[in-house]
């Protein structure tokens, strides 16, 4: 069945973990700045983007077991009424975990354990419904899903909770010593335990989304964003998309879980815009069809996905060799070549197709650090760039 | 050799000689006792599966009720996956990757015994009901 993908974009985590500050901080939905009109909420509007993706950094909402960090509460739900006001659909991403919350008290959350992977993406040991993780998913769905008869504060609703955030690449372990891959099943767990706890508050309750999976590729390339590992489809650091999406729907039908057409699948797509290639779509095919009876149908014959972020940094200037001066036309244009990939029913030589609902990009202002922006940041002088009028006319 | 940690967990509703060897963290004994006596464990798994059956809303009084109705759940489908590894194990075998695994509850909701889920994957016969 054909779809029509619509335009979404994550704002910085920034937005929404710093102390609230809109008049300062240009990834908050509610910064205007200047030029008068060229606020962020105005962004949405001129270029016909219809979802903004937040973000809820745990380890600064849930400081400790006990206590919730009020302020960046009130900050994020001043955002949420803003942009449902505004007529936006909303996505709330989950990351990074507390120690308290993933088993490592004692650590502190950006200490390395694992390679470049931190205490903070440990992925809990228990995410059944009655462990301390599913506590933090009931926290948040009754105080944002439309179902709740207790919400935080009127209006500041959600439309779904993404309960993690590139899994197969940022969290660890990976697998275990001996080879047995293991995070995909997780998240897997975590989605499950997710829409029981969203079915409590009714049929037209929060939708749970995940696993916002990196589209990595186990093909080794050249590329460097790749990586090869003769014989195994994960490493320390890696898991492959396909497989790892594979892992987390036969963590559903194993058990006879059906997803539900409130459970949807994400993918993140930012290595497929910098190669023109769509594994994205791949996944769609070889882990999603004929298995994943998930959002908007529950028909495994035709499972949807939504891209939840991608973008292209500075990093994909320099592996794809182009020049500095060259690379804002070129960055618009890669762009534009992803959109056309997957839009409906594309059938171009990379793959592509229906079933891709949603494509977000990664920023409007950009972030200096993670470049990938549409519009230079306001250190920068906030010009749109070229790839701001490219998403504008998709 | 396995990690046998997470054999010991309180929630898996091991019974008999494995509930023992649980107590006292015999971890080796503990995987070759469930692997060796697999189809009696997982006789006992399946029946309790029966009589929970699946939890619905509108059938608690609290959020806290329904969840921990879902753990228990939750806790016989993982003792059934853990008994299976251990029978692998016990017969000097390898774990499948998740994605290669054979179903652990067939479309009507029963607990399938590892045979029977092999059968299963063989014919393509994993469909799940809506």
Known sequence: MASTMVKGV????????????PTTNEQDYCYVGSPPGFSVANHFADTGTVWVKFWMDLTAFFPSENSVNSALFDGLEEQLIAARNNGLAIILTLWKYPPWMNGLSGTTTGQFQQGDKTAAMRIPDDVSTTSIWASMITCILTAYSTGSSTPRRSGAYIDVLEICNEPNGMYWPQSTPAGLRTAGCKVGQMMQTALIISSWFGNQATAIAGPGAVDYKNEGSPDGMNWNTPGSWADVDHTDAVKFSQDVVASFTSVGFVPGTRAVFTMHNHTDIELQRTYVAKVRELALRGSWAGWPYANVNDPHLWITEGGLTDGARVRLGIGVSAWPVYRALLIQIAWNNLHNN????????????????????????????????VSMGRATRPAYAVWKGL | MIDATEFYDPALPWSGRADELRSKRAGAALVSELGRNYDAYH????????????????????????????????????????????????????????????????????????????????????????
């Open chain 1, 10 to 21: 994550a704002l910085g985590s920034a937005g929404t973990s710093a102390t609230p500050s």
């Open chain 1, 346 to 377: 594309s059938t171009s030589v990379t793959g592509g197709g229906a079933g891709i609902d949603l494509f977000t990009y990664y920023l409007f202002e950009t972030d200096p650090a993670f470049d990938c922006g549409l519009i230079d940041s």
């Open chain 2, 43 to 130: 006789e006992e798994l399946a029946e309790t599966a029966a009589s929970l059956g699946r939890p619905q809303p509108e059938n608690y009084t609290t959020l806290q009720e329904y969840l921990e109705a879902w753990a228990r759940i939750q806790a016989v489908v993982r003792a059934e996956n853990l008994l299976r590894v251990a029978r692998i194990v016990a017969s000097g075998g390898r774990p499948p990757q998740p994605a290669d695994s054979p179903p652990l509850v067939s479309a009507d909701e029963r607990l399938l015994h590892l045979d029977e889920a092999l059968e299963l994957q063989v014919h393509g016969g994993t469909e799940t009901s809506p």
